[in-house]
DNA sequence: GTTCCAGTTTACGTTAACGTAATCTATGCT
DNA sequence: AGCATAGATTACGTTAACGTAAACTGGAAC
């Protein structure tokens, strides 16, 4: 193990890391999906928080709220410790995992009628290319 | 061809159909996404409304905006005229590709993370089943 | 010391996609 | 005629996820 493990980030280098303004950051701090140390009043951002923003940005392309990403995470927190909250757990991952399975299917439809859709605005543009000048 | 094939719709008809409000459905004319007839004052909806219905609603599961969705409607109509507008028109389709196939990587590593948790949920409730008593 | 600069707090503004009344209209039924 | 029912219109309310602006802080550089 190398001395590097422990880095820290400050909250501009996550921002331009992730593509994500300082606001954005605080405010999933503030909805409780970030809890980054202070060093004085600043914000001190360990590898934890930096996968923690991560998978919260991860979360938003799929379609979550960031309610939905909270909870994720304390479920994923207080998987190892509760039992009668397993059950609750495997429930919700069950649900979103429908979900997640009906969304790639609509979007395998999108995409098979958008290739389409291109291939056929191609064959028109090739015609059009060598067909009657003005 | 029978003498169905131009049948109609009420709006209460379509919302029940679809499960979505009557509201929705008004609020969805007033973005341009519909365009029913007028019987009087009562909207009267067409087939080719209801399919349109069917195009907003997988638009929306798949993260689509209205607004896009209302877009990709105007280009599919444009398409078979305008030419300038072609490539325009793969251009967004093209865009479109990429974050959808970008989204279901994203989901397809989601759903694996989801099965692992699942597998550890359930080893971790059957060992405790068998396990010591209080 | 002052001038940057990154960072902080506070608070109001904004957009999308409807929800939720409240009020009005048309029509078929009894 | 009277009533229920579906539909229409108008308008204000709501939620999520930040944007934007203003005013303050604390250290670094000159």
Redesign the interface.
Known sequence: MTAAADRTFSISELAQEFDVTTRAIRFYESEGLLTPERQGQRRIYSRRDRVRLMLTL??K???LSLLEIRELFEL?DA?NND?PQ??K??DI??R??QQ?????Q??????RE??Q??A???H??EK?SGGLPE
């Open positions: 991860r979360g392309r799929i379609g994923y998987a039992e397993l059950t757990f495997v991952l069950s979103r995992e997640l399975t009906q969304q790639m609509d979007i395998q439809l999108v995409l958008i290739g859709l291109k056929q605005c191609e028109w543009m059009r």
